[in-house]
Nanobody
Framework: QVRLVESGGGLVQAGGSLRLSCAAS????????MGWFRQAPGKEREFVAA????????SYADTVKGRFTISRDNAKNTVYLQMNSLKPEDTAVYYC????????????????WGQGTQVTVSS
């Protein structure tokens, strides 16, 4: 069983930055691809970014490409999401997720989920 714990969320003004962290335990971290998703009030949970087991391959939603960066430190069992140039529409609960398979962009591809961390961007 994998346990994922997100941190780093908060309130930030538009144009600001935040870095989210997700600490994993319970499995060999480097065997799982990792992803970040987000869910705004009244909306479906959507894909944000994903990284392969080594972190050498990444994927981003078009809405965050060029502003967000996913990275991972397998020695620390942690995946990060650096978020720059934040916009009010980035406001959501952000979830990290782990998958036994190759990294993907679909919710059903992920086996484990964290509890989420709130990001609020004020205009």
């Amino acid at each position: 069983q994998v346990r994922l714990v997100e941190s780093g969320g908060g309130l930030v003004q538009a144009g600001g930055s935040l870095r989210l962290s997700c600490a994993a335990s319970g499995r060999t971290f480097s065997t799982d691809a990792m992803g970040w998703f987000r869910q705004a009030p009244g909306k479906e949970r959507e894909f944000v970014a994903a990284a392969s087991r080594s972190g050498g391959s990444t994927s981003y939603a078009d809405t965050v490409k060029g502003r967000f960066t996913i990275s991972r430190d397998n020695a620390k069992n942690t995946v990060y999401l650096q978020m720059n140039s934040l916009k009010p529409e980035d406001t959501a609960v952000y979830y990290c997720a782990a998958t036994h398979g190759p990294y993907g962009t679909l919710r059903y591809e992920y086996n484990y989920w964290g509890q989420g961390t709130q990001v609020t961007v004020s205009s």
